[in-house]
């Protein structure tokens, strides 16, 4: 098994980047198993900054990652209305989400 959490971005803006975990497809750790390197590397890849990352996960419910300056700190319980406001769709209504 993949140690690196796989995963794509769905959408991206100034406000935040929506990324979807492929964990299932590649047989890998998740984003929840792996939140701090995912933040890192996106972070790192000059695609968060300040924006606010939020992750479909395997089971299809969506999460926020928050953190500081290429660090994760905490889960939170995504909102649909918060992620709709933001990217202008709901998650579920991704190709993938349903």
């Known amino acids: 098994m993949n140690n690196h959490p796989e995963y794509t971005v769905e959408a991206r803006n100034e406000r935040g ?32 900054g300040n924006r606010r990352l939020f992750y479909i996960d395997t089971m299809g419910f969506t999460d926020e990652l928050t953190h500081d300056e290429g660090k994760f700190m905490s889960y939170v319980h995504g909102n649909e209305d918060v992620i709709k406001s933001i990217f202008g769709f709901s998650p579920s209504s991704t190709p993938e989400g349903g």
């Open 17 to 48: 980047i929506l990324i979807r975990d492929l964990a299932e497809h590649f047989q890998c750790r998740s984003i929840t198993n792996g939140p701090e390197e995912v933040v890192k590397e996106l972070y790192d890849r000059g695609l968060l």
